[in-house]
């Protein structure tokens, strides 16, 4: 148990790191543009713009904790 | 042009992590003596192996767009983690990554652990080799394992990673110290930069996205990502640099 937990963690980090929010935030922003595909636009600019805003986002939650 | 970039990524992304395994390799190798630390090299190396060689082909039979939603996420949420790391680095809020730093530390813990010899290897030595160049490694099959499937081209991912990891050692036995010249901060910068580029392309495609103009939008699309970077890392280094309130 310990070893899944461990291995489960290590991916965590791996991937996620340690801003879980930008990640949830990049799923989100994935889901939309599919979402806007499925209404029928080819929503080509929303991840690019939505990427720069979750970034942005996640370097202000970073610079507030460091400041 | 997409094999172009898709090398260079894979290229740059290995050589970084391949310079980050070779100084804990020269920590243990030093300390700890040779054999321990090779034999944790080479162990390492074929555990890395046999996972590209199982994910690798096992990944090419699930169906392209399918793949490139799930790499591509995974790539953008990974991207976007070296990414933000490169700008905090270069904005100043973080302290750039130091390999002579690093070195001396690993040397120093690696001289004060205690020696326990099984079958002729020194434990402590082939662990920390064996560990650094697995975990590091893990970066890099993940990289070439994800931007080879998506592109349809794991042996040009692999290629690159093998001429980075031939060039890092031919390097390193040279020199026979932390490769510290290397511009680190710079080359994670550009690998975080292309991973986000990649990770939005292939994920929009994936959620049924049409690029303009189809492959050229590559470019348009990593001038973008290097634009709201090169931003970001001015605007958070004049908020640092900025005096606090009173």
Same mark, same amino acid.
């Given at each position: 148990m310990k070893h899944v937990a461990a291995f489960g963690r290590f991916w965590w980090n791996f991937i996620v790191g340690d801003d879980w929010r930008a990640a949830a935030g990049i799923l989100a922003s994935i889901g939309v543009t599919a979402a806007l595909v499925a209404l029928g636009w080819n929503a080509w600019w929303f991840l690019p713009a939505a990427t720069a805003v979750v970034l942005w986002l996640s370097l202000l939650r970073a610079t507030r904790q460091r400041a | 042009m997409k094999d172009g970039f898709l090398f260079a990524s894979a290229f740059l992304a290995s050589a970084v992590e391949m310079v980050e395994a070779l100084t804990i390799v020269l920590a243990a190798g030093v300390t700890r003596g040779w054999r321990s630390a090779l034999l944790g090299l080479g162990a390492a190396v074929v555990a890395l192996t046999a996972i590209v060689a199982v994910l690798g082909p096992a990944l090419t039979m699930i169906p392209i767009s399918a793949l490139r939603l799930v790499v591509?996420?995974?790539?953008?949420?990974?991207?976007?983690?070296? /990414?933000?790391?490169?700008?905090?680095?270069?904005?100043?809020? &973080?302290?750039?990554?130091?390999?002579? !730093? @690093?070195? !001396? %530390?690993?040397?120093?813990?690696?001289?004060?652990?205690?020696? $326990?010899?099984?079958?002729? @290897?020194?434990?402590?030595?082939?662990?920390?080799?064996?560990?650094?160049?697995?975990? $590091?490694?893990? $970066?890099?099959?993940? @990289?070439?394992?994800?931007?080879? *499937?998506?592109?349809?081209? @794991?042996?040009?991912?692999?290629?690159?990673?093998?001429?980075?990891?031939?060039? =890092?050692?031919? &390097?390193?036995?040279?020199?026979?110290?932390?490769?510290?010249?290397?511009? $680190?901060?710079?080359?994670?910068?550009?690998?975080?930069?292309? /991973?986000?580029?990649?990770?939005?392309?292939? *994920?929009?495609?994936?959620?049924? &996205?049409?690029?303009?103009?189809?492959?050229?939008?590559?470019?348009?699309?990593?001038?973008?990502?290097?634009? =709201?970077?090169?931003?970001? =890392?001015?605007?958070?280094?004049?908020? %640092?640099?900025?005096? *606090?309130?009173?």
């Open positions: - | 591509g996420a995974l790539l953008l949420a990974f991207g976007m983690q070296w /990414l933000r790391k490169a700008i905090l680095r270069a904005s100043g809020f &973080v302290g750039m990554h130091d390999e002579d !730093a @690093i070195y !001396a %530390r690993e040397l120093e813990e690696a001289r004060a652990a205690g020696h $326990e010899e099984r079958a002729g @290897i020194d434990w402590y030595g082939f662990t920390l080799s064996f560990k650094g160049v697995l975990l $590091e490694g893990l $970066e890099v099959a993940f @990289i070439v394992i994800t931007f080879g *499937s998506a592109q349809g081209n @794991i042996a040009l991912a692999a290629l690159a990673a093998g001429v980075a990891l031939v060039l =890092v050692t031919i &390097v390193g036995v040279l020199v026979r110290a932390p490769l510290a010249r290397v511009p $680190e901060n710079t080359l994670k910068f550009a690998v975080g930069v292309m /991973l986000t580029t990649f990770g939005i392309f292939w *994920s929009a495609e994936g959620a049924g &996205v049409h690029w303009p103009g189809g492959d050229a939008a590559l470019p348009g699309a990593l001038a973008f990502v290097i634009l =709201v970077s090169l931003a970001a =890392v001015a605007a958070f280094r004049r908020r %640092r640099l900025a005096p *606090s309130p009173a």
